[in-house]
């Protein structure tokens, strides 16, 4: 069975500073894996996936992910936090099924603190 | 960016009334899917449907559970007769297709709240 992990419940970082989000995935087969954000009162929004290539993925608002098929782990990072990324993140795997759904991790809260 | 909406954003009932929830997919899209977030528990699939039925359903989409696409743009989740632990955030998707690396549109979803 496809899963995802987030180990972290909360990230605490200073603005201006770097971060990252952790996350793990198992699957069988060829990893599609995904995050999207949630802001308060607001639904999923995807900031980027990877499905292949490059290890370094960039997506919206400036985070990126990169890919450690070793290590099993696709993080989410950003060079410098803004109060405004504060939020829930999720990562996810896309279940190789024939419904496609998506799986997610059980979210990590960023806290960025001016 | 197109988008999919839900209404209402929030519902509240007493426990044992029928609750509908309601989406608007993305126009094109063929793929539907209602995902149900607890307060504080991670996002978990409900249910998806592709071609006027369920392909697939978690153990948690019971019979108390029902979908449907009624008139090709709405979508919707029946709650047949509600729980307390009914009580979630309800997301609606919906994908182009079916294949991995294509992503899912979500809603900003409807507040359930059973008392």
């Known amino acids: 069975a496809q899963s995802v992990a987030q180990p972290e419940d909360q990230v605490n970082v200073a603005e201006g500073n770097p971060l990252t989000v952790k996350c793990t995935y198992s699957?069988?087969?060829?990893?599609?894996l995904f995050w999207y954000v949630q802001y308060p009162n607001r639904g999923l929004q995807f900031l980027l996936k990877?499905?292949?290539?490059?290890?370094l993925v960039k997506g919206s608002y400036g985070f990126e992910a990169e890919f450690n098929k070793s290590q099993t782990s696709f993080h989410l990072k950003k060079p410098s936090a803004l109060v405004s990324d504060s939020a829930l993140y999720f990562c996810?795997?896309?279940?190789?099924?024939?419904?496609?759904?998506?799986?997610f991790g059980q979210g990590t809260t960023l806290q960025v603190k001016p | 960016e197109p988008e999919v909406t839900q209404t209402p954003s929030h519902q509240v009932t007493q426990m044992g009334q029928e609750v509908i929830l309601r989406c608007v997919p993305i126009?094109?899209?063929?793929?539907f899917y209602w995902y149900r977030q607890i307060l504080g528990q991670k996002v978990e699939f409900l249910v998806s449907?592709?071609?006027?039925?369920?392909?697939?359903k978690s153990e948690i989409f019971d019979d108390q559970f029902s979908v449907e696409r009624p008139d090709g743009s709405n979508f919707t989740l029946k709650i047949r007769s509600t729980k307390l632990e009914d009580s979630a955030m309800y997301f609606c998707?919906?994908?182009?297709?079916?294949?991995?690396?294509?992503?899912?549109?979500f809603g900003s979803g409807t507040q359930l709240s059973v008392l």
């Open positions: 996810a795997v896309r279940d190789s099924s024939n419904t496609g759904k998506l799986i």
């Open positions: 126009s094109n899209h063929l793929y």
């Open positions: 998707a919906s994908s182009e297709g079916r294949a991995p690396g294509g992503k899912l549109f």
């Open positions: 449907f592709y071609n006027n039925e369920i392909s697939e």
């Open positions: 990877y499905i292949t290539g490059d290890n």
């Open positions: 699957v069988s087969g060829n990893p599609y």
